[in-house]
């Protein structure tokens, strides 16, 4: 079967890696902007994916140039043989669904108003309700870039990227599947590894490397996010409270070259007054270098000045390798720079 996986912009080919290593026989493996199209058996471990968004059974992919031509390819589509499959995997709600539209850079076409004309179309041709804001049920996904739609089903009733360990969360709190991304780019497989992250927000990237068996330490200036922090990784049961401390990221008291790797979501845009980054960039990474054992590589996420970053990184951690990726977030750009010292 064919499936399409979405992805946060710029991280297409670590969510493929993804898909690879973790997904049975998966194969055939396509990547463009904001997802990832393969083939799969159906019961091929496709829920275990961090790093993906969300995941759908792929229906049917067309290019197109005018919206009616949309509404004419799903009226051709068997809808409710892709409903019996995927009860298969879960409970679906009888007589109902719901859509959701992404229209990238598609001129003339408006999500509102393909959703309607679709609605209007299944629920005649099949006697469904349509039931809006509802996704957990039969949720058909329309995603046009530009002249190329791709038609799917969403295989789980809720998205990937939700975790069910994040019952504390601040604001600006980053959004797992790119925590997931930075651990998969920080340290790779194996387990056991010392991940430090010293601006621990929500806790976000640590629970996900503790997801991924590594063992974890962190801290953050504000209280608030120690607690939160804490509550978030009891969740997934981790016990060591001890490990995550209140602390100034800049000079902490973490032994010296006693981690195998720092995974931070360094503060951008609001977070800080633009005249204090280029010192906050600085002592960080002189911190972080203070701390990482010989080798150890770092994986920062920055919204503000990657270039200023990696020329106190390449003076800092002189011989490292600096690789970049540029993300498409919420109408922004964030920086993965991963900073290898192998």
């Known amino acids: 079967m064919h499936f399409i996986a979405y992805t946060v912009k710029g991280l297409e080919e670590v969510a493929a890696a993804e898909i690879g290593r973790r997904v049975k026989d998966a194969q055939g493996m396509e990547q463009a902007p904001k997802r990832v199209v393969f083939e799969a058996p159906l019961r091929g471990n496709l829920t275990a994916l961090h790093i993906a968004d969300d995941i759908g059974l792929l229906l049917g992919h067309i290019q197109v140039t005018t919206a009616p031509e949309i509404v004419e390819f799903i009226s051709s589509l068997d809808l ?15 007589l109902s669904f719901s859509l959701t539209a992404t229209l990238a850079g598609t001129a003339g076409f408006k999500s509102d108003d393909l959703i309607t004309e679709l609605a ?5 041709r099949y ?74 927000g929500s806790g976000t990237i640590l629970a996900e490397a503790l997801l991924a068996k590594r063992q974890v330490y962190g801290g953050d ?18 016990k060591e409270t001890d490990r995550i401390v209140q602390l100034d990221a800049t000079k902490t008291k973490w032994p010296s070259r006693f981690f195998d790797a720092a995974i931070s979501n360094l503060p951008w845009g609001k977070q800080i007054e633009i005249s204090h980054i280029t010192a906050l960039y600085r002592d960080t990474l002189r911190e972080y270098s203070r701390v990482l054992k010989p080798g150890g590589d770092l994986c920062l996420l920055v919204g503000s000045k990657p270039e200023l970053l990696a ?4 003076l800092i951690f002189p011989g490292a390798v600096i690789q970049t990726h540029q993300l498409g977030y919420l109408g922004q750009a964030p920086t993965i720079m991963l900073i290898k010292r192998h």
């Not at 209007?120 to 005649?124: C, D, L, R």
């Not at 200036?221 to 049961?237: G, K, M, W």
């Not at 020329?311 to 390449?314: D, I, L, Q, V």
């Open 127 to 200: 006697h469904w309700t349509y039931t809006e804001r509802d996704h957990s049920n039969f949720d058909i996904r329309v995603l046009a870039d530009h002249n190329d739609v791709y038609v799917a089903v969403r295989l789980l009733p809720r998205s990937l990227h939700e975790r069910v360990y994040k019952t504390a969360q601040r604001p600006g709190s980053l959004r797992p599947s790119i925590a997931a991304a930075m651990v998969e780019l920080a340290v790779g497989g194996g387990t056991g590894k010392r991940i430090i992250d010293n601006f621990c």
């Open 120 to 124: 209007k179309v299944i629920e005649g």
């Open 221 to 238: 200036i504000e209280p608030e996010a120690v607690s939160f922090t804490r509550q978030n990784l009891a969740n997934l049961h981790y």
């Open 80 to 94: 409710l043989a892709a409903r019996q499959t995927i009860a298969a995997l879960r409970v679906v709600p009888e």
């Open 311 to 314: 020329k106190h990184a390449k």
